[in-house]
């Protein structure tokens, strides 16, 4: 067990951490908690930093988090303004793969493209570059 990370997959053990507002935090997808698990974090306040999916998009910022969900629901009961957290930086089109036809940029880029009169197909709006197949004569 000692051969291990200290980090995660996605974020390694010396990335910086920031004290994140919890307003500004997406939390799409709903938790199932334990209650003596969460009791633990709010009487011990000790626990390591959430990871937030961190996508720029233009000049707009957006955070979601997707696991931590007692240490975040900890946070919620004791009212507090902030959660330490790592940044994992994605691209929209990661955020898509996790909340499919919910996610804010697939919506954005039909809205977009409803604007122009173009359509967007289901592989566009999950930001996949496909080419024409080629259908083999006599089928």
């Known amino acids: 067990m000692d051969d291990l990370p200290a980090g ?29 698990k969460l009791q633990q974090f709010m009487d011990d306040m000790q626990f390591t930093p959430i990871e937030v999916a961190w996508v720029q998009d233009g000049d707009d910022n957006y955070y979601f988090a997707f696991g931590g969900c007692h240490r975040w629901a900890a946070v919620q009961h004791l009212g507090l303004p902030t959660i330490r957290a790592k940044l994992i930086k994605v691209s929209p089109s990661t ?17 977009a493209a409803a604007a122009t009169g173009a359509a967007v197909t289901t592989t566009q709006a999950a930001g996949v570059e496909v080419g024409n197949p080629t259908v083999p004569k006599g089928q």
């Open 95 to 111: 955020i898509d793969t996790y909340l499919g036809a919910s996610s804010p940029f697939r919506k954005k880029r039909q809205a």
């Open 8 to 36: 995660s997959v996605f974020v390694p053990e010396d990335a910086p951490v920031y004290d994140m507002p919890v307003s500004a935090i997406n939390r799409p997808l709903m938790s199932a908690l334990d209650e003596c």
